[in-house]
């Protein structure tokens, strides 16, 4: 697995090139991605320079916190700032992102893991300038590919390593899977919203990262979702992170806040970003603050995909 790790880590350095150009306050409904140069794939993979792929995991302790959405939301929030985005759905057992965005891909991970099809076939370019890789649903354990599974899919990883940002929206929970995508993070960002159970349920995946998670160098933050003041959103990051202090040891980053807004519900309604339907309101102001603070933070060195596959594929049970 030495070999595997090495190259994933290799993959992961492609510098970064063009980015494209920001529209400061323009709708996305406008913003397509245009056709490359004749006789290149839209997703085909060009020499970068810059700082490596940043890649974010966002997870949590329980479902119906928003996770998904806010994934979503934060990769057009990174679009409109001008980063190339692909958010991975690796949620292997019920994938919705391509839900949030009324798109049906006719392919997704599973079909890459069976070596059916390539990363670059499966992944669809959207309306609002970010790619997506759909999830395989109905697929429970990655573990259990063979090895020459495994190296399909380490090799075709390749085609994501010229974005400027992955997002990797987990299931929820605290699946092996799940904490392994985790552990491929550079940014763990955990969803919780500020009813008891989320917040418990947070507080329990956060605990386990801390346990099973050999190399907690990714900067580990919360965001609270479906806040309906600044106050309330505090007080449920305050308890958090303190408990996360005194009692793991842990250095939990408040990131920020997304206020209730009734514009989300709205927008999942029509199956478009809210991002999308109102990109003034509460809720996306809150997602941009949000990235913003993203951009300020340090990428730290944590081996990618590198440290992704050598923990998938080198642990005894999953």
Do not use: W
Request: glycine share 8%; with cysteine; charged share 25%.
């Amino acid at each position: 697995m030495g070999d595997q790790a090495e190259k994933l880590r290799e993959m992961m350095r492609i510098k970064n090139g063009d980015s494209r150009e920001s529209q400061a306050g323009a709708g996305f409904e406008s913003r397509k991605r245009k056709p490359g140069p004749p006789g290149k794939a839209p997703n085909e993979k060009q020499p970068r320079e810059g700082k490596k792929t940043r890649i974010i995991t966002i997870t949590s302790g329980k479902g119906g916190v928003g996770k998904t959405n806010v994934s979503v939301n934060m990769a057009l929030a990174y679009a409109r700032i001008g980063k190339k985005v692909v958010v991975m759905d690796a949620d292997l057992g019920l994938a919705n992102v391509n839900v949030i965005l009324n798109m049906i891909p006719k392919f997704n991970l599973y079909h890459v893991i069976r070596k059916q099809k390539t990363m670059r076939e499966i992944m669809v370019d959207t309306e609002y300038g970010i790619s997506i890789v759909a999830g395989a649903s109905g697929f429970s354990k990655i573990a259990n590919l063979s090895e020459e599974e495994r190296q399909n899919f380490i090799d075709e990883l390749d085609t994501l390593s010229n974005a400027d940002i992955i997002i990797i929206d987990t299931s929820a929970g605290v699946s092996s899977n799940v904490l392994d995508f985790i552990a491929a993070a550079d940014d763990a960002v955990i969803i919780t919203t500020p009813e008891p159970t989320a917040i418990t349920d947070a507080y329990g995946i956060i605990k386990i990262i801390a346990t099973e998670i050999d190399n907690l160098n990714m900067g580990l933050k919360l965001v609270v979702n479906r806040a309906k003041s600044v106050a309330e959103a505090k007080k449920v990051a305050d308890r958090m992170t303190t408990i996360a202090g005194q009692f793991l040891n842990l250095k939990v980053e408040y990131l920020g806040f997304i206020y209730d807004d009734t514009t989300v519900s709205h927008a999942v309604l029509r199956q478009k970003p809210f991002m999308v339907i109102d990109p003034g309101c509460k809720a996306s102001q809150c997602v941009q603050h949000i990235v913003g603070r993203m951009e300020k933070s340090d990428v730290k060195d944590t081996g990618g995909f590198g440290n992704m596959f050598k923990r998938m594929f080198s642990r005894g049970e999953f």
